[in-house]
């Protein structure tokens, strides 16, 4: 049983204090990444970032966002910034009091084109030489390991096949060999020096859980000038896992954390109307997922904002913003896992039978090919033409900081109406209300059409668990001072108050916690 299994040495993510939010800064740089640490992550509660691949990589044929998985050596060197900005940069967020966490891509190289890396290492895939590192054929697994006729995985549930062939025809690197893990491990351990408190895994599923487990427990332990001492490095694994056959995330537990693909996909579908709220009652282990101390957990991420993995038109990305924020919402909301919100760039989204032909389309960059910065006006504004800054729209943080406050307290007073009406508390600290009773209709086409406008609304006297008060609501607005900007609602001595969702709101939830509380 899950339950009894240790939590892994690396499930830790050294947030400072009471932080429990990560944000992946997508593409951004390494001087902007300092930057926000101070003026933004530290200061509104975020407990750390996540960077994109920080390794040289391919030069790809219009920069697509994905190069960076095409790893060409460890040198420290992207359009992001090099080795000195990097280490500048994490030291910055650590004593901002935010922890980075970088990305990183063990499993393979490049695919098989040959080019110049991102710190001008020449590369030859088809020969499978990456004189960077370097590497030659014999680091690769090929036809003595691999075997399918082309080295490519075909069944992906065979834990051959998708540990020894080749994931999109990505050079597979052989991390039996010594000499592999020797690289890798000194790569990571290079990081660590530099004082990041761990790592994504990308493609765990294509690596054996007993090479990681060879090269993760040689890892140093977290640098002493930011961390306790004998602090491991957090790790989560990118396991897409949906239940059933196929590569078990158990087998990687002890490793780690796991991406919890299943919490994507359920609350995916609950938002999309697909399902009705007042079933996430018991959300969580007793929903099949696994327990919430082996989990991480997103909405959005790289890769399904643009429909690799699940499904253009199921995901919900950007261009949904309400929808992202009140799945979003729910994420931060409920007692379950780590969560990761996706802070994204923009681009120009053309979507022809189900695919984003555009899905490829890198960070914004100037006419250098340099990626364009983040500039944030006098009035909190920034360049949106160019980044989304998900992580600094308000709806969102806001529930950073409600994680925060409602720390680990229960789930308790849950009410539904039966339906996709719902609201909870967590202990006496904050409470959280959602009604999706519009979205539901508008994709139900079972002909409800006289249904009474009415009971769209969410109005009930609810039991909030708070102390009595009046409390502003964090998500039409905010508490400034000694009043609200948005709506409020006054909690009477037994903790009761009425509480209003229109079926017309731009937002379908209302918030609420401790610090949003006036004074009498
Ligand atoms: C991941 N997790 O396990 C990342 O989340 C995902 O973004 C990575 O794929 C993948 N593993 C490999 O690191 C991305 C992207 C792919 C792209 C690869 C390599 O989603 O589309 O594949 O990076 O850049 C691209 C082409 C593909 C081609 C391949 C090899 O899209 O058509 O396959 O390069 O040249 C022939
Ligand atoms: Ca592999």
Not at 187 to 209: E, Q, Y
Not at 382 to 395: D, F, I, P, V
Request: with cysteine; hydrophobic share 35%.
């Amino acid at each position: 049983m899950a339950s009894t299994v240790i939590p892994s040495v690396y499930s830790d993510p050294h947030f400072i204090g009471n932080r429990r939010v990560i944000t992946h800064l997508m593409e951004w740089k390494y001087d902007d990444i300092g930057n926000e640490c101070e003026r933004f992550l530290g200061p509104y509660g975020y407990g750390g970032v996540q960077v994109s691949p920080v390794n040289e990589h391919a030069i790809m044929d219009g920069r697509p966002w994905y190069e960076r998985y095409q790893p060409v050596s460890y040198v420290i060197q992207t359009r992001s910034g090099n080795e000195q900005q990097f280490r500048h940069m994490v030291q910055r967020c650590n004593r901002a009091g935010v922890r980075v966490y970088v990305d990183v891509v063990l499993n393979h190289m490049t695919g098989g084109q040959q080019g110049l890396g991102t710190a001008g290492n020449y590369f030859n895939g088809h020969e499978q030489q990456y004189p960077g590192v370097p590497f030659g054929p014999e680091h690769f697994n090929g036809p003595e390991s691999c075997p399918t006729e082309n080295l490519e995985i075909i069944d992906w549930d065979n834990p051959v096949q998708s540990r020894n062939c080749r994931l999109f025809g990505l050079r597979d690197l052989k991390q039996s060999c010594e000499y592999v893990r020797r690289k890798q491990i000194e790569f990571l351990n290079k990081l660590i020096d530099f004082g990041v408190a761990g790592f994504r895994c990308d493609a765990s599923t294509h690596m054996w859980p007993e090479d990681l487990q060879n090269i993760f427990s040689r890892l140093n332990n977290l640098n002493e000038e930011f961390f306790p001492s004998n602090s491991r490095p957090f790790i989560y694994h990118e396991i897409i896992y949906y239940g059933g056959g196929g590569i078990n995330p158990n087998e990687y537990i002890s490793l780690g954390r796991i991406i919890e693909f299943r919490f994507w996909k359920e609350i995916t579908n609950v938002f999309r109307g697909h399902n009705q709220l007042k079933w996430l009652r018991n959300f969580g282990t007793e929903w099949g997922l696994i327990d919430s101390s082996d989990a991480f957990i997103m909405i959005d991420s790289h890769d399904l904002r643009v429909g690799h993995n699940g499904e253009l038109g199921f995901n919900i990305n950007c261009f949904e913003p309400q929808l992202l924020k009140a799945a979003t919402a729910f994420m931060l909301a409920w007692n379950y896992g780590i969560p990761r919100i996706l802070s994204s760039y923009r681009w120009k989204q053309i979507v022809k039978d189900g695919k984003d032909l555009n899905e490829w389309v890198g960070p914004p960059t100037d006419l250098f090919g340099n990626i364009i910065s983040i500039k944030i006006n006098p009035d909190e504004s920034w360049n949106n033409q160019y980044w989304m800054c998900e992580h600094r729209w308000k709806q969102i943080y806001n529930l950073v900081r409600f994680k925060s406050i409602v720390d680990d307290e229960p789930i308790i007073n849950w009410w539904d109406n039966g339906d996709n009406q719902i609201a909870f508390s967590r202990g006496n600290r904050g409470f959280i209300a959602f009604n999706l009773q519009k979205t539901r209709l508008n994709n139900d086409d079972n002909g409800n059409a006289d249904y009474d406008k009415n009971q769209l609304d969410l109005r009930k006297r609810l039991q909030t668990g708070l102390p009595a008060g009046t409390y502003c609501d964090i998500i039409s607005g905010d508490r400034d001072g000694n009043k609200c900007t948005g709506k409020s609602i006054i909690v009477d001595q037994n903790g009761w108050a009425n509480i209003y969702i229109g079926h017309n709101e731009l937002d379908v939830f209302f918030a609420t916690h401790l610090e949003a509380k006036l004074t009498e």
